[in-house]
């Protein structure tokens, strides 16, 4: 039988009211690293307009992790525990995704960027970190050990799941993806060896937290650029399950290189120059965005023909993620066999979405998939149609 949004779904040792998860979107809202009053509204909101499962974005595991500062970052006294609290009593439960950009920085303090390969790392430019260094067996260990110590640290402030993130060409997809890991020893080449550290991370968390908590990974179906290999997503699904990975959330696209692949829609790029602090990356970016940045047109549901493929082919729930925007695209979802929807943008700008649906409303998102939420994160997530017009 097809399951229904607002049954309840067992994630591992985990129950989840319905099967509505907020996706990360980072909230800007982490000043030195630390959560803030308005970091717990809004997941505490979140759970209040009836999302099982919140997910908190972009939860640094170690200093050198931050693509930039006010990223939170993991530690004992950044103040998870009361916003795990607040979401509790707010009646849901929250994730943390676990996360570390690799070579894609623009954070001086958090050292040279470093990734799997020599790189390039055209983000950081203008700030004086143009180049990614190769990780050392000493730098994969030190950074397994990260993950792991940031899992026990959100499990201990009552953190309900963990969200890997293994996509959207942070660290974890660097070494996956063939564009970006050009490494000859036993972490490059074969799909076997780029998934070699991304699996040495899982097991670090599973050997530190055990089955305390579900452990998701959000992992990509396609880098979004071209000569990409784009056949990868099931076994890498699949390795990830075996190695102890409760639930997959699938997404695409690398954000140094095909960011609107991920989100689709508009490229707010007047508002990203904008919110942009050197006046260096503004130039160049007011000069080279129009010829770098590739748009990819919106659809509802836009990954939902390629994560098909995951559904039948992974032993583990698998959730749809991507321009999920209206009741019809959850039922749809439903009837296709995800387990759970993962939503953004729409809860941004619907945050009753859920009870609308829930009281029997035909619900579509008024969400125009402008993305100048995203030109603007760094002031706090907002949707623009709520803010006043300038
Ligand atoms: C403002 C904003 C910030 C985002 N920040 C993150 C993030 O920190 N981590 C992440 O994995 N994805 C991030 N994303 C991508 C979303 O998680 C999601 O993959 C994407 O928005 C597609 O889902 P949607 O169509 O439901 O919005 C962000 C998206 C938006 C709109």
């Not at 390969?117 to 050990?145: K, Q």
């Not at 063939?178 to 991370?201: H, K, M, Q, T």
């Not at 075996?242 to 692949?261: D, K, M, N, T, W």
């Amino acid at each position: 039988m097809t399951a229904r949004a607002l049954d309840p779904l067992q994630l591992a040792g985990l129950e989840l009211g319905n099967r509505f998860v907020k996706t990360a979107t980072y909230e800007g809202l982490s000043p030195e690293g630390r959560v803030s009053d308005g970091l717990i509204a809004h997941h505490a909101d979140q759970a209040r307009h009836g999302v099982a499962l919140t997910t908190v974005a972009y939860a640094a595991v170690h200093p050198s992790g931050r693509t930039f500062a006010d990223q939170l970052l993991v530690t004992r006294d950044a103040g998870l525990d009361r916003l795990a609290d607040a979401v509790h009593s707010a009646g849901g439960r929250v994730s943390l995704q676990l996360s570390h950009c690799g070579g894609f920085s623009k954070h001086r303090a958090g050292g040279r960027p470093m990734g799997p390969s020599f790189a390039l790392n055209a983000y950081g430019l203008a700030y004086g970190l143009p180049f990614v260094r190769p990780m050392t067996p000493d730098d994969m260990a030190e950074t397994a050990a990260a993950y792991a110590e940031a899992a026990a640290i959100a499990v201990d402030a009552g953190v309900d799941a963990l969200e890997l993130h293994c996509g959207h060409g942070y660290l974890l997809s660097q070494f996956l993806s063939p564009a970006i890991n050009r490494r000859r020893d036993d972490y490059g080449g074969s799909l076997a060896n780029r998934l070699r550290f991304p699996l040495e991370v899982v097991h670090a968390i599973r050997a530190r937290v055990g089955e305390a908590v579900p452990l998701l990974a959000k992992i990509n179906l396609h880098d979004g650029i071209r000569g990409a290999t784009g056949d990868e997503a099931v076994p890498i699904a699949r390795a990830l399950v075996e190695a102890g990975v409760h639930a997959i959330v699938p997404s695409g696209g690398l954000v140094q290189r095909s960011a609107f692949y991920l989100l689709r829609g508009e490229v707010p790029l007047s508002d990203m120059v904008r919110a942009e602090s050197s006046w260096l990356q503004r130039i160049s970016m007011r000069i080279l965005g129009p010829l770098l940045v590739r748009r990819f047109p919106y659809s509802s549901s836009f990954f939902r023909e390629q994560a098909r493929a995951l559904v039948d082919a992974v032993d583990a729930p698998v959730g749809l993620l991507g321009g999920v925007d209206s009741a019809a695209a959850v039922r749809e979802a439903m009837a296709q066999g995800f387990s759970f929807v993962v939503m953004g943008r729409a809860l941004l700008a619907d945050p009753d979405f859920i009870e609308r649906m829930a009281a029997g409303e035909d619900v579509v998102s008024r969400c125009t998939h402008c993305n100048q939420c995203v030109a603007r994160m760094d002031q706090g997530v907002a949707c623009v149609l709520d803010l006043p017009q300038t």
